[in-house]
């Protein structure tokens, strides 16, 4: 499953590529995707997505506090 998420308020380009390398190290994620340019995020995966977006959300808040994921 592939799913595109929008990334509000995304000000940093490294902290883009900070949260790209953490989501990808979440357990079940084949893929994931952050450009800053375009502020989505796409995410590749065959497990349960509510529970990645719960990890992806609490590892956002820690680099980016200010950023926000649009479902």
């Known amino acids: 499953m592939k799913k595109v998420y929008q990334l509000e308020n ?3 380009a490294n902290c883009a590529a900070k949260i ?3 989501v990808n190290k979440i357990a079940g994620v084949d893929k994931a995707v952050v ?9 590749e995966t065959s497990a349960d997505i509510d529970n990645i ?15 926000e994921v649009i479902f």
Request: charged share 30%; glycine share 0%; hydrophobic share 45%.
């Open 10 to 12: 995304l000000d940093c």
């Open 53 to 67: 977006m719960a990890e992806v959300v609490k590892i956002i808040n820690k680099i980016e506090p200010d950023c």
């Open 35 to 43: 450009s800053f340019m375009t502020q989505k995020l796409t995410i």
């Open 20 to 22: 790209e390398d953490a």
